[in-house]
């Protein structure tokens, strides 16, 4: 199947009084209809920057981006803003990561879903409203024709998350992004909330990017994994390759930092130790080799002298253990701690 959103090669930098940030270095995935990606990694790696060069808002005066992306054929990276205006709501939208400020406090909850319905559809105010409460009800918002009128401090957290999905569908669009759309919600609300983009995605067959910090999230929820570190993508495979036997020391540690149910309560988590490096100046070879327990595994510098890459399509990982010693590190060294 044909890919509905391609990225190749994509590098985004800003500039900064202390220089300039290699946020993004070089990335590449693909995202297809009715599939979903799930764009892995710490705070910083990436993700977001990545999906809000997607949708063209970074500010061009102080950002660079280079590579190519494409939406169903059509090339955005060059495309100017007026394009990306008529693209943004109607054939891609973002559920971004923190409601209450993505929400204004100063319109109702229904006016914002069907502003952007009203703008790229043309339908009048009132066919707008019930376009507003039909989304409503779609994402579980019970009374909707009553809550459409409320603001989004009298909705709860996982009811302003709702009404965002809600924002995001109104006009069907065939790609979305949800940018860590269970950030502060309890886990019963989190299972709800990525029920619900599956449930949707199943009616409408749109292709979603969710950004997040936890493979746990991943789990029920993606087709295939991107694990991101530093701006580069260091792994990637079906949502069973990855969470099962991953081939990154990055994805051991994610992994293993993970509380799990079958765990003693007792146990302490294992961190992954030190800290992602500036993107600045990124270290020499592997990025995460300051961080990494298996250098000596590889021998002489390699790890910090030569970057290792990431196959360009299918399975892998951009790391210098070879196949072999990748899958018997895992299995006699990480996977008994995972339990």
């Not at 043309?122 to 918002?141: C, F, N, P, T």
Request: with cysteine; proline share 7%; aromatic share 4%.
């Amino acid at each position: 199947m044909t890919a509905f959103l391609s990225v190749r090669d994509l590098h985004v930098r800003f500039d900064t009084e202390d220089g300039t940030v290699k946020a993004v270095d070089g990335l590449s995935f693909d995202v297809r209809k009715g599939e979903t990606l799930g764009i892995v990694g710490e705070s910083g790696s990436g993700k977001s920057v990545t999906n809000l060069a997607v949708l063209g808002l970074h500010d061009p005066r102080s950002t660079e981006i280079r590579g190519e992306i494409l939406l169903d054929g059509q090339e955005l990276t060059a495309a100017p803003e007026s394009v990306l205006e008529k693209l943004r709501g109607n054939k891609m939208a973002m559920i971004f990561q923190d409601s209450l400020t993505a929400l204004s406090p100063y319109y109702t909850v229904g006016r914002q879903i069907s502003e952007p319905f009203r703008k790229h559809t043309g339908a009048s105010k009132r066919d707008a409203r019930l376009r507003a409460i039909e989304m409503l009800e779609k994402v579980g918002i019970p009374n909707a024709g009553l809550r459409v009128d409320d603001y989004p401090h009298q909705f709860s957290g996982g009811m302003r998350q709702r009404a965002m999905i809600a924002m995001a569908l109104v006009c069907d669009p065939e790609l979305l992004i949800a940018d860590e759309p269970t950030t502060a919600l309890d886990v019963t609300v989190q299972a709800q909330i990525l029920d619900l983009l599956k449930d949707l995605q199943q009616q409408t067959g749109a292709a979603i990017v969710l950004i997040t910090h936890d493979l746990g999230v991943v789990g029920h929820t993606v087709d295939e994994v991107l694990v991101m570190y530093a701006g580069r993508a260091v792994e990637r495979g079906t949502v069973d390759e990855v969470l099962r036997e991953p081939q990154h020391p990055y994805t051991w540690g994610l992994l293993g930092s993970m509380p799990r149910l079958t765990s003693d309560v007792t146990e302490p988590l294992t961190p992954i130790p030190g800290t992602p490096p500036s993107l600045l100046a990124p270290p020499p070879g592997c990025p995460f080799h300051p961080r990494c327990a298996f250098v000596s595994d590889v021998g002489g510098n390699r790890c910090r002298s030569e970057r290792p890459e990431l196959p360009a399509t299918g399975r892998g990982s951009a790391c210098h253990l070879t196949p072999n010693q990748k899958r018997t590190t895992f299995t006699e060294r990480i996977k008994p701690r995972l339990g």
